[in-house]
């Protein structure tokens, strides 16, 4: 079975710098997917980024950009020119390519805070 | 296009009473699927459904339940509540195929047991 470690529970951020949220995460696959959710404080999950594993390069959505070391295992989030609007828990997940489903392994989590 | 609806938002039930929560998925979604989300636990999946059919079950006792009707909409269902039942219940749809197969969650049940 795949699992999804996130060893931040709390993270701050002073408002415009930057900050990376760490995953690591073990399988014995080779095709798999990983995304990183933001669930604000209204409680609606969003997609924020996602990487193929068989992908080389890293995915980037605006100021969010990933950190993708598949041999280590590990898939971290780094957020530029942070906003108060990012302040939200966030799930790094993981999806295998294996099976038809669409069953994601989330993470503990991540609380960012921003601050102004 | 409308986004992933439940209902009801929030619930409060009774132990041993039953519970029928309610997820309808943006259009032309086929595939469902329903997490709970504690604070002890984390986020875990209960079940997926694919036109009709459960096409994934997480780990969790028979109690819990779902099914899925003609037009994508789901139901998961509680029977004999237990205190540690109370979560709040996601359920997240996508189109069910394709490498991409995006999820998107709906605003969640939140279920207290009393």
């Known amino acids: 079975a795949q699992t999804v470690t996130q060893s931040q529970p709390e993270m701050s951020v002073q408002e415009a710098e930057t900050v990376t949220l760490s995953c690591t995460y073990d399988?014995?696959?080779?095709?798999?997917?990983l995304f990183w959710y933001k669930q604000p404080p209204s409680r609606q999950m969003i997609l924020v980024i996602r990487?193929?594993?068989?992908?080389?390069q890293n995915a980037t959505e605006n100021r969010f950009s990933v950190n993708f070391q598949k041999a280590a295992k590990s898939f971290s989030l780094k957020i530029s020119d942070s906003q108060l609007g990012d302040a939200a828990m966030y799930f790094c997940?993981?999806?295998?390519?294996?099976?038809?489903?669409?069953?994601?392994?989330f993470g503990g989590g991540t609380r960012l805070m921003v601050k102004p | 296009k409308a986004g992933v609806t439940q209902t009801p938002r929030y619930l409060i039930k009774t132990r041993g009473q039953q519970v029928t929560l309610s997820c309808s998925p943006i259009s032309g979604h086929r595939s469902v699927s329903w997490y709970q989300q504690t604070p002890g636990q984390g986020l875990q999946f209960l079940f997926e459904y694919f036109s009709e059919t459960q096409r994934n079950k997480g780990n969790f006792p028979g109690r819990f339940s779902g099914r899925q009707f003609s037009n994508s909409r789901s139901e998961m269902n509680v029977s004999t509540l237990e205190l540690g039942d109370s979560a709040l219940y996601l359920c997240a749809s996508s189109s069910g195929t394709g490498w991409a197969r995006e999820q998107y969650f709906g605003p969640g049940t939140r279920l207290t047991v009393t």
């Open positions: 399988t014995s696959e080779s095709d798999y997917y």
């Open positions: 990487q193929e594993a068989y992908k080389q």
């Open positions: 997940a993981y999806r295998s390519e294996g099976n038809a489903g669409n069953m994601l392994t």
